[in-house]
């Protein structure tokens, strides 16, 4: 008996010395280990992390109501809407230009973004490890993180200026690797690295015909050069503006406007690049995008944000079909029968983020539209005119005002022609979150916002401030925006 | 085998045997209950022996030889050996200290050899207060444990013992139920527990090592005893009522209020009705327990079974709990050497919770709408034209019908809780003893919550029953959420326990072991259906496949933790007044990476018991002063799990066909040197007793700093990771000192009393933060966008659970606009107030010290006693009444008294509509003094009857209370947490006072 005891407490302590750390090993069950890679290394596995990155795009704070707030209720197209006394947190002080670097929008779009960023830089890392994953594929999907990190900068170097440009993922112990992601890059700098991005793009994207119908929304080799000649707009090489609007191919201008944005027209020929918002069940769409525009008050179906501005409804031709289709007029009836009635709060809601089936859902079925074939054109029609070739511009013009009920332009010089541009991009492009970094891109800002009715300072109102967090996280490494 | 062990055990005593004869006996106490281990020397023989289980001893010795008896507890004595068997009578001793023994850390200990600072309360004490939970029983009773009662049913307090040390996970102590470790106690019957105590300074609580940071409160249940079988009844009922509550405005003064508030004459000045919608969702509650319990002991076997149950309707209409527990603890002496002991307790719980921002929503609801219109249907925020509620109308404020919301949910939870234990201890040698506990526990728990969805939408929207207003076809009829949890955890712990006295001045006891415990997967299942049959007894029927109808499917095991341990300790006493204590534990967790999962913590106590130094032989006043000093390092291993994981929640995407697809990636950041918090401690403690040990008492001093306290830090914006990272970022210091004194004293044979009270302060800091972005933990949500707490890199220099947000800078005289201090120290309204610039820290949900006071007289068979508590220091914040808005009601006192243009002095602003920001001006004072107890009892006498004892008693629980604070309870434990809802009073429940009549019988 004894004997037993003693040998319980001589074998206990041995047990416990000789493996005592394998019994500390516990497998992990509510999380899946990041030593689990394994687990991915496979064709679905690799994809999941570039879904990952263009799921960040449904997210409310990468492309909903603070994405409206600086891309679109802060430009003259759009008025805060909603209730007087609903800010919607900052959409008041976005409205009116006076917003600081503390305003929720201003902090919301740039954490967004750098969450996808590292969504991108998890992809590029993992995926190179995912040996049993067909090499093609691979290639691909890390154009395709290449394409939206470069997409992402780009909405950061409009937004903010020059901004820490983060290429790999940051070891958190690294004194370079801190200093790295707390100090702005010059603008020129995250322009030639969004252009970097981009050709390693189109090097291994597919032609948007290439991919199955169920994948028509992942980034394509056209979006990659249509992006690519937007980067190279707002950098004004004109020249490659228009070779590289020569390199998008295989789209064409649908001949009705007002179908694009709605659920049929969604991804059509003329679709470049389009953020995926589904209503069917499972629904997943963009958080609170089409409701928070929606009308509101009685009869009304959202919070009524972000409703077209007096200076935007003036901007429209006599007989242009875009007009109608851009803006939801309170006593009209839409086009699925939907009666808006005069009681709503706002005269005027944006048509282009209504949901038909499912318009005061959290998520809804409407896509954001970022790239179009008719904006290449517009964009070539301007660099051409840029490089003396007016009159090799006028037709693509004419092309787009054609297919808006309009008669063709009647500008003729270099000038005129650019003015014309410029004013068929705010009508054609209204509400798809263009138009702010439009009219400071073309110097027409102070003037613009004269007619809106707002102050815009020259020499500071070109860019958002920084966030106050990320200014105070870099102590000293980076500044802040002039004026702010 | 036993033979054999029995022949080497017969040859190891063979000199005993060897000369003189046998002479038997037995040793009882006064009530002549056999007392077992009690030890016999023989002085001519040189022989000893020990008592057996009933008091029993055979010992080698002469006729006439003097016998030494001895036993702790007793007065030692000397008596002469007799032929035949011999009766000896132990009396009590006198050194109430000597007397007392405590449970330590896997072992027990005189209370008087003892170097540590641990409160040992009896089970008189505990069961005392008619409570569901002990640990609310101890509340004002030791010194430097503050306990944050709530008396919902079934909620668990805050306990807190010398201050809080971490401000993430794990703030609550560590519970040692009978050897196993658990987090709380709530399935523990008070009737069943003997005795309770609290581990407070490093020497006591290093043997617990990781766990220990918090302290560690000790629970033994009861034990047979005698050697008869006893009965015991123990049986209440009573009633319960809030024991403050808040006057709110009636219809009229409403009605004139909310018009001035939106500058029209919406409201009638002369309402027809004047709803007290507190009246209307409350009741009287009442709850009853009943106890009984078999126990008693033979020679070989020590037994008791006991059963409780616990019913009761608390004062929220539907809100009923009932609790039944039952226990068996059994001890079995197998050999002289071996004894066995088991325990097996059993808990049930049922309970239809009810949503408590009733409260609230009660505080907040129009007295002009009634609880049903006279259509049946239930009053809901609409006023008419006529300026009365009505079925239509427009709607007025966005605040539900209490009682409504009351009668649509229904939710059922039942858990059942088992824990169970073997241990066996095996005398190796007479000094030498070997333990093997092994413990499990058991829980699973599961509920139902069903939303009528349509029904409430009608009720909210359509009281009118207007055919205009459709609830839309697509949406759920109804929803229905099944909830399953469920885990198994066990603890394994070895040790020997070696004591010896050697040249009759070295008292030497050592103590090593190993310990095992694993804290077994949370299993969670919980699946949400839409469109269930209305009968609830058809929600689940066999062979239905409901996948279509599943809105939600969750299937979660959350990772398993283990621990793996070697502990030592050395416990010596030097001439019986000279006391050493070092303990080390090693503790290894699997919570942490592999090179930062062990950690050691040692800790040393000193003891000096002056009272038996020679200088002090004269002073004959002073019968007890002891001095104990204690230095140790302790840990805390709940934290984050610091593992790197895939994020695949909801990161799926559609690519433009009809196939959602799934997403990764990882969103976290990890510090792989992430390892314990470890707390230092110091401290010195005082015992006295004088006067014949009528005045007793302790002085405790002691310095607690938590050098790396783990904190969430925001990774760098630009990382754009999300989710924040644990990691060593803090230190938190507590400081203070506490004070408990009694007298107790007989004047006669019939009437005895006692006076005592204990005393606590503590001064709680976050003194520092290594470099690093705290991700700001934004804390003390009211609801409505508001936020009165944060715990960032601003807060170093305050308490935890500090409160954050604008001083009030009282109103303006013309407009009656209330106004707020801005950083330039300027008095500003709301509007242009900055949230970066403007805000300060105004105080804590810490109180900084606590008090508890006792006094009883007991008269022939009359007992009368009082118990009180209180707090200072702290400041709590009144949420319901931060809240208002548009159209909601406001209390009584600001509606009668606030600012117009003819009043610009009135004590209270202006009507607004704005949600206001979080100030000062809602922010009160939490100090209290209540009384937690009065009791009197009588003992009925019994003499030679069936009943041997019956006590009958009327207890009044929380009778009185003076507060400064204007809301129900300056007591909001809330959800527990310092930067939760703890010390904010929105949707809480409030104190109550109860009335309780009971009876205990023992047979």
């Known amino acids: 008996m004894k004997k037993i005891y003693l040998s319980i407490v001589v074998l206990s302590i041995v047990f416990f010395s000789g493996c005592s750390d394998e019994f500390l090993d516990v497998d992990q069950t509510e999380s899946i280990s990041t030593q689990d890679v394994e687990l991915f290394n496979n064709d679905a596995?690799?994809?999941?992390?570039?879904?990952?990155?263009?799921?960040?795009?449904?997210?409310?704070?990468?492309?909903?109501?603070s994405w409206n707030g600086v891309s679109s209720i802060a430009s003259d197209d759009a008025d805060k809407g909603s209730s007087p006394g609903d800010t919607g947190s900052d959409k008041d002080v976005m409205d009116a230009l006076t917003y600081n670097p503390s305003s929720l929008s201003i902090t919301e779009i740039f954490s967004a973004n750098y969450e996808g960023i590292n969504r991108c830089n998890q992809a590029l890392n993992v995926i190179p490890q995912l040996d049993k994953a067909d090499a093609t594929l691979r290639a691909r999907l890390m154009g395709e993180a290449k394409f939206l990190r470069a997409f992402m900068y780009f909405t950061l170097v409009k937004t903010y200026g020059g901004v820490p440009i983060i290429d790999r993922l940051p070891n958190p112990s690294s004194q370079e690797d801190r200093v790295m992601q707390l100090t702005r890059k010059s603008k020129e700098e995250v322009y030639a690295f969004i252009e970097k991005d981009l050709n390693d793009a189109i090097e291994v994207l597919f032609e948007k015909s290439q991919y199955s119908s169920s994948e028509r929304g992942r980034a394509s080799k056209g979006a990659a050069y249509a992006l690519l000649a937007k980067v190279n707009l707002y950098q004004k090489n004109w020249q490659k503006v228009v070779d590289n609007c020569n390199l998008v191919t295989g789209y064409s201008i649908v001949p009705d406007y007002a179908s694009m944005f709605r659920l049929a027209g969604e991804n059509g020929p003329e679709s470049i690049f389009e953020i995926q918002g589904v209503g069917s069940i499972p629904i997943k769409g963009i958080q609170n995008y089409s409701v928070s525009q929606g009308a509101r008050g009685a009869g009304g179906w959202g919070w009524g944000f972000n409703t077209p501005s007096e200076s935007l409804l003036n901007a429209y031709e006599v007989g242009d079909v875009r007009k109608n289709a851009t803006i939801i007029f309170a006593g009209t009836t839409l086009y699925d029968g939907r009666v808006v009635p005069t009681t709503v709060e706002n005269p005027r809601y944006n048509y282009k983020a209504y949901s038909s089936a499912i318009p005061d859902a959290d998520q809804s079925d409407t896509n954001i539209r970022y790239l179009r074939y008719a904006e290449v054109l517009l964009m070539k029609a301007e660099a051409l005119n840029e490089l003396n070739q007016t009159s090799v511009a006028i037709p693509l013009l004419n092309q787009i005002r054609l297919r808006a009920g309009l008669g063709n332009t009647t500008a003729v010089s270099q000038a005129d022609v650019r003015i014309a541009i410029w004013k068929e991009r705010r009508v054609e492009l209204a509400f798809e979150h263009d138009r702010f970094f439009d009219v400071v891109r073309t110097g027409q800002a102070v003037a613009a916002f004269a007619i809106h009715g707002k102050t815009f300072v020259a020499g500071k109102h070109e860019v958002f401030p920084l966030p106050q967090l990320f200014i105070n996280e870099t102590a000293g490494l980076s500044s802040q925006n002039p004026g702010y | 085998m036993r033979n054999i062990i029995f022949s080497f055990l017969a040859l190891l005593l063979l000199p005993a045997y060897m000369s003189g004869q046998v002479i038997k006996g037995k040793v009882v106490d006064k009530e002549g209950l056999g007392i077992p281990g009690a030890i016999i020397?023989?002085?001519?023989?040189?022989?000893?022996?020990?008592?057996?289980?009933?008091?029993?001893?055979?010992?080698?010795?002469?006729?006439?030889?003097?016998?030494?008896?001895?036993?702790?507890?007793?007065?030692?004595?000397?008596?002469?050996?007799?032929?035949?068997?011999?009766?000896?009578?132990?009396?009590d001793s006198k050194d109430t200290e000597l007397k007392e023994v405590i449970i330590i850390g896997y072992g027990s200990r005189k209370k008087i050899d003892n170097t540590s600072a641990i409160t040992s309360l009896r089970a008189e004490e505990v069961s005392k207060m008619k409570v569901l939970n002990a640990s609310q029983a101890i509340q004002g009773k030791a010194a430097g444990v503050q306990v944050i009662s709530s008396d919902l049913p079934g909620a668990a307090p805050s306990v807190i013992i010398r201050g809080l040390g971490t401000a993430l996970g794990g703030r609550t102590p560590l519970y040692i139920v009978d050897g196993m470790p658990t987090e709380n106690i709530n399935n523990i019957n008070t009737n069943d527990i003997t005795a309770y105590e609290i581990l407070k300074d490093a020497s006591s609580l290093a043997i617990y090592g990781t766990r220990a940071a918090n302290g560690v409160i000790i629970i033994t249940t009861k034990q047979g005893r005698g050697n008869k079988i006893a009965v015991e009844i123990e049986t209440f009922a009573g009633f319960r009522a809030p024991l403050r509550t808040v006057k709110m405005a009636g219809s009229n003064k409403y009605s004139h209020y909310s018009n001035a508030a939106l500058q029209t004459t919406t409201f009638s000045q002369d309402q027809p009705v004047n709803t007290d919608w507190f009246d209307a969702i409350t009741r009287t509650g009442t709850y009853a327990q009943n106890n009984i319990s078999v126990s008693g002991s033979s020679e070989t076997v020590k037994y008791f079974f006991s059963v409780g149950n616990y019913e009761e309707k608390a004062v929220l209409n539907g809100l009923d709990f009932s609790r039944t527990t039952f226990r068996t603890n059994n001890e079995f002496k197998i050999s002289k050497k071996l004894t066995v002991s088991q325990n097996l307790s059993f808990g049930s719980s049922n309970s239809t919770p009810k949503p408590l921002d009733a409260f609230t929503n009660a505080y907040k609801q129009s007295p002009i709408i009634p609880v049903r219109f006279p259509n049946g249907e239930y009053g809901v925020p609409f006023v008419g034209g006529d300026g009365f509620a009505g079925v239509a109308g427009s709607s007025f404020n966005n605040v539900g019908n209490p009682v409504a919301q009351l009668d649509y949910f229904n939710e059922q939870q039942r858990s059942i809780t088992l824990q169970g234990g073997l241990k066996l201890d095996y005398d190796i040698l007479d000094s030498l003893k070997f333990t093997s506990q092994f413990n499990g526990e058991y829980y699973s728990w599961k509920n139902y919550n069903f939303e009528d969805s349509k029904r409430i939408f009608e009720t909210n929207n359509n009281p009118g029953r207007l055919s205009s207003i459709v609830y839309p076809a697509d949406r759920n009829i109804n929803v229905l959420t099944k909830g399953r949890n469920q885990y198994f955890n066990w603890n394994l712990s070895n040790y020997l326990t070696y004591n010896k006295v050697f040249a009759s001045v070295h008292d030497i006891e050592i103590t090593a072991g190993t310990e095992t415990s694993v804290r077994g997967p949370r299993e969670e299942l919980r699946v949400v259906r839409r469109n269930v049959n209305e009968n609830s007894n058809y929600w689940s029927l066999a062979g239905v496949d409901y996948?279509?109808?599943?809105?939600?499917?969750?299937?979660?095991?959350?990772?398993?933790?283990?621990?793996?341990?070697?502990?030592?300790?050395?416990?010596?006493?030097?001439?019986?007044?000279?006391?050493?204590?070092?303990?080390?534990?090693?503790?290894?967790?699997?919570?942490?990476?592999?090179?930062?999962?062990?950690?050691?913590?040692?800790?040393?106590?000193?003891?000096?018991?002056?009272?038996?130094?020679?200088?002090?032989?004269?002073?004959?006043?002073?019968?007890?002063?002891?001095?104990?000093?204690?230095?140790?390092?302790?840990?805390?291993?709940?934290?984050?799990?610091?593992?790197?994981?895939?994020?695949?929640?909801?990161?799926?995407?559609?690519?433009?066909?009809?196939?959602?697809?799934?997403?990764t990636t990882v969103n976290s950041q990890i510090d792989p040197s992430l390892s314990w918090e470890v707390t230092e401690e110091a401290s010195i403690g005082l015992d006295f007793e004088l006067l014949n040990s009528r005045l007793k008492g302790s002085f405790d001093v002691y310095d607690k700093t938590t050098n790396n306290v783990i904190l969430n830090t925001r990774p760098l914006i630009t990382s754009g990771i999300s989710s924040a990272s644990p990691a060593h970022v803090g230190e938190v210091s507590n400081r203070g000192y506490e004070a408990a004194l009694r007298w107790d004293d007989q004047i006669n044979d019939n009437l005895s009393y006692w006076v005592g009270g204990n005393f606590s302060s503590n001064k709680n800091e976050l003194t520092g933060l290594i470099n690093a972005t705290l991700a700001p933990v934004i804390g003390g949500d009211l609801a409505n966008g508001q936020f009165t707490k944060i715990l960032d890199n601003t807060s170093v220099g305050q308490p935890l659970g500090s409160f954050f947000m604008y001083e009030y800078a009282g109103f303006d005289p013309s407009t009656g606009e209330k106004l707020y201090l801005n950083a330039a120290g300027n008095a500003v309204t709301q509007d242009v107030l900055n949230a970066n610039t403007d805000k300060k820290y105004v105080g804590s949900i810490l109180p900084t010290s606590n008090y508890g006071v006792t006094l009883g007289v007991i008269y022939k068979n009359i007992d009368f006693s009082v118990d009180g508590y209180g707090t200072a220091g702290a400041k709590v914040y009144n949420g319901k009444k931060a809240q208002r808005f548009t159209g909601e009601n406001v209390e009584d006192s600001l509606a009668t008294n606030f600012w117009t243009a003819n009043n610009t002095t009135a004590a209270n602003p202006a009507p607004f509509n704005q949600v206001p920001v979080a100030s000062t001006f809602y922010l009160e004072s939490g100090d209290f003094f209540r009384v937690n107890n009065i009791s009197l009892g009588y003992k009925i006498p019994l003499e030679g009857m069936f009943i041997n004892a019956c006590r009958i008693y009327v207890n009044a629980i929380n009778p009185f209370i003076t507060q400064r604070f204007s809301g129900f309870s300056p007591e909001l434990n809330g959800d527990g947490n310092p930067y939760g809802s703890q010390g904010i009073e929105l949707n809480a429940y409030p104190a109550l006072r109860s009335i309780v009549v009971g009876a205990n019988l023992k047979f």
Do not use: C, H
């Not at chain 1, 690799?46 to 109501?65: C, E, G, Q, R």
């Not at chain 2, 009933?54 to 007065?75: P, R």
């Not at chain 2, 990772?559 to 503790?587: A, P």
């Open chain 2, 547 to 663: 996948g279509a109808t599943v809105l939600n499917f969750n299937d979660a095991v959350f990772n398993e933790s283990r621990l793996l341990s070697y502990f030592g300790r050395f416990q010596y006493k030097l001439m019986d007044k000279y006391l050493v204590t070092g303990t080390l534990r090693r503790d290894g967790s699997s919570n942490f990476g592999k090179d930062f999962r062990w950690g050691t913590f040692p800790a040393l106590g000193l003891g000096w018991i002056i009272t038996k130094e020679n200088f002090m032989a004269d002073v004959k006043s002073v019968n007890l002063l002891k001095l104990r000093g204690s230095w140790g390092k302790l840990g805390n291993q709940n934290v984050p799990l610091n593992n790197q994981a895939y994020s695949v929640a909801g990161l799926t995407s559609y690519l433009g066909g009809s196939i959602l697809l799934d997403g």
């Open chain 1, 45 to 65: 596995g690799a994809a999941t992390f570039v879904t990952a990155i263009y799921s960040k795009f449904l997210d409310f704070n990468m492309s909903s109501f």
């Open chain 2, 41 to 91: 020397i023989a002085t001519e023989s040189k022989t000893s022996a020990d008592t057996d289980f009933d008091g029993n001893f055979n010992i080698n010795a002469k006729i006439g030889e003097v016998l030494k008896i001895s036993m702790l507890g007793f007065e030692a004595i000397s008596i002469t050996a007799a032929d035949g068997v011999m009766n000896i009578t132990l009396s």
